[in-house]
Structure formats: C-alpha cells, structure tokens
C-alpha cells in the first residue's frame, strides 16, 4: 500500500542532484507509535548502510498529513533525507506501507507519553553508591530525569543527552538558590551491565569528579528489570535488545515538579540544556 500523497519528488540516489545538501538513504521497519503533536513516527528499524546501526527512534514526516495513515505494527519503506547542514535535519519521505498491522492488532505493552499534570509513579532504583532511592523522596525540588546506557556507542544520543545534563548542573550550581529546589537523575536501561561501580565511573567523567560530595546534585541509577519495564512504559521509553548486546532504543527526558508530576517531557534529542534551564526557572518562578 502506497500512502496518499507521499512522493513529494522524484526518488533520487545516495545524494540528490537538485539539492547536494542532503543525502537519501533507505530505511525499512515497523511502526512502533505515532506522535500527533510532535508531528513523529517511532520506527524500529534494520540498519542502515552508510549511515547507522539497527535502532528505534523517533522521524519527523517531510509531510505530517500522513501521520493519521501510519499504524503500529505497519511495515513501512521509505527514503530517510539527512540534511548535510548544520541543522542535520532527518525527515521520512516516500513512505510506503509494505504490510499492514492485523486490524485486531494489540501491542504487547501499553506506552504512556507523559504529559503536563501526569503523577510520576515511585520507582524504586539503586545510585552509583549502591544505596536504595526512589522518585518520591525527591519531592519538594523539581527532578530532571532521562535515561541512558553506559555502552551507547552513538555519540548522539545516550552521550549527547549526559553532556547537556552536564551543562545543566554546572549551569544550576552557578545560581545555589536554583540548584537548591532541583535535582538530576540518570537511570540506565542496561542493568545487566551497569552496576552502581560502572555508573559512578561513567558519572564521573561527565561531573568531572569522583569526590564523596560529587554526586550530591546529580544521581545515576540502575532499576531492577521488572521496575525498568514499568518506567519504559511511563516514560515511552522503547527498548529492543540485539544480537550483538547493544541495544536500540528511543530518548526520553523528563522534568518532574516539587509535587511529583510531570511538567514537561522532550522526547528525542533535539532538546537544549537553554530549553531546560528556561522550564526549570519558570516552573520555580525564577
């Protein structure tokens, strides 16, 4: 099934000759979720040669019109157009559906996105120290909490999302007034690699310390497997271990208010450590 309205060109090779700035690759998967207002498809799909490995993650439709006609669980096609500017923009395009989800189709687990107002629940998790924490006891200071893996061998994502927390923290321990009402949170989806020890080194590196109080301001946590399946689905977080022992896998972040509940949620990468600042200091009213 060809999607109404999708070819917006002629197909090109690797690089299209009208527009040198941007380079079309081929992209095959499965529709895991649709996302009316960022405007984004989630796709689990197979590598891409030239280009990157096995992964799930979010693109943004070249036309949003046909997000309503994608599915989950629809294998689609399409043509991948990655800007070579700056921006590095990444949009699908040519969206073919080569097999449609069974119209009684269920998904084996129910994904929440996050919205304003939304009560976290109280995960219970285990830091870099070894010692037991839990979501709740950071109520009355506002959380900012994402997700990670030790091994994500792609600079873009798991390192991106810590280099910005990094940015982040240094930014609120220059104003100890805001640092005081906020606190960070990495949690990692691998928790048959990252023990407390692995964390605290990895921790570290982007603290830039690895003193006693180094971590005071910033936690780095590990779930056990039943309570990271209950906060994958809270936080539309999509995992899929591969062969290789690598995993593939969505970003999702989130800042939490004083009284537990989500304030903002920014899936993706394409999020700022300014962004954060600025919903850190207007939900404190700063």
Not at 124 to 151: E, S
Not at 190 to 197: I, V
């Amino acid at each position: 099934m060809v999607l109404a309205g999708c070819h917006s060109g002629p197909k090109a090779g690797p690089q299209s000759a009208a527009n040198p700035s941007v380079k079309v690759y081929t992209l095959r998967g499965k529709v895991v979720s649709t996302n009316t207002a960022t405007g984004e498809v989630t796709v689990a799909h197979g590598a891409i040669p030239g280009f990157m490995e096995a992964m799930t993650m979010p693109y943004k439709l070249k036309d949003a019109r046909l997000l309503s006609e994608l599915h989950p669980g629809d294998v689609i096609t399409a043509d991948l157009l990655v800007s070579q500017n700056d921006d590095a923009d990444i949009l699908l395009d040519h969206i073919v559906i080569v097999a449609q989800a069974k119209p009684d189709y269920r998904p084996t687990s129910l994904y929440h996105v996050p919205a304003p107002g939304d009560a976290v629940p109280d995960f219970k998790l285990r830091n870099q120290d070894g010692h037991a924490i839990h979501l709740g006891q950071f109520h009355g200071k506002m959380l900012l909490i994402t997700f990670i893996y030790t091994r994500c061998p792609l600079p873009n994502f798991c390192p991106r999302v810590t280099r910005a927390f990094a940015s982040v923290n240094e930014q609120l321990k220059a104003t100890p007034a805001l640092s005081a009402k906020t606190h960070l949170l990495c949690v990692t989806f691998d928790p048959d690699n990252d023990t407390p020890a692995r964390l605290r080194a990895y921790g570290a590196t982007y603290i830039g310390s690895d003193a006693k109080n180094a971590f005071e301001h910033w936690d780095f946590a590990v779930p056990t497997k039943p309570v990271l399946a209950e906060m994958a689905k809270f936080f539309d977080l999509g995992l899929t271990p591969e062969a290789d022992s690598t995993i593939t896998h969505t970003l999702s972040t989130a800042l939490v208010g004083a009284d537990g509940k989500v304030v903002q949620f920014y899936p993706g990468n394409d999020w700022t450590a300014e962004q954060i600042l600025a919903d850190v200091r207007r939900t404190a009213g700063a």
